[in-house]
């Protein structure tokens, strides 16, 4: 099994895990785009978490899964994308394409649903300044999209949406 991380999975995946690759998602881009008022922000100064929203494309990372661990794994990553059972990514299998040998393989990650409350689209700017005040249990959301940000150059991608938003930080 492979899991694709596009956000803070990426330096913190928190299972075990065989490898991990960069990989490409088609059909899907990395959004700051979910309202976070647990681990990124409060109800009363909320956050911005990434999700992942349709069209375009998304760099990430593939960790491969031993197959005796998969089920874990997934009770792990449904109870840590959706807290307390709030559903706000929707499991999906995808193809992503391996970056090193072009290999395309089945992988889960996690899909915004738009219909939830806590989707939104702010524009870059708006996202900024959210992202500049919030403050969770997981800590700064500053720190959120830095660190996913030097994770993915340290995998030699790049995202110039998110680098767009925090040359805004202020």
Do not use: K
Request: aromatic share 8%; glycine share 10%.
């Amino acid at each position: 099994m492979f899991v694709f991380a596009y956000g803070s999975l990426i330096w913190r995946p928190g299972f075990a895990h065989l490898g991990a690759h960069p990989a490409l998602l088609r059909g899907y881009h990395r959004r700051f785009c979910i309202a976070s008022r647990h681990y990124r922000g409060t109800r009363e100064v909320p956050g911005l978490v990434l999700g992942l929203d349709r069209g375009g494309a998304c760099q990430g990372v593939a960790f491969e899964v031993a197959p005796g661990h998969a089920a874990a794994v997934l009770d792990y990553l449904d109870a840590r994308e959706n807290l307390a059972g709030e559903r706000v990514y929707h499991r999906r299998e995808v193809p992503v394409r391996l970056r090193a040998c072009g290999q395309v393989v089945r992988a889960i990650t996690y899909v915004a649903d738009r219909s939830h409350p806590a989707y939104a689209r702010p524009c870059h700017l708006t996202a900024a300044r959210t992202i500049a005040r919030g403050h969770g249990v997981a800590g700064s959301n500053r720190d959120y999209l830095l660190n996913t940000l030097e994770q993915l150059r340290a995998y030699g991608l790049r995202d110039l949406g998110l680098e767009a938003i925090a040359a805004q930080l202020s």
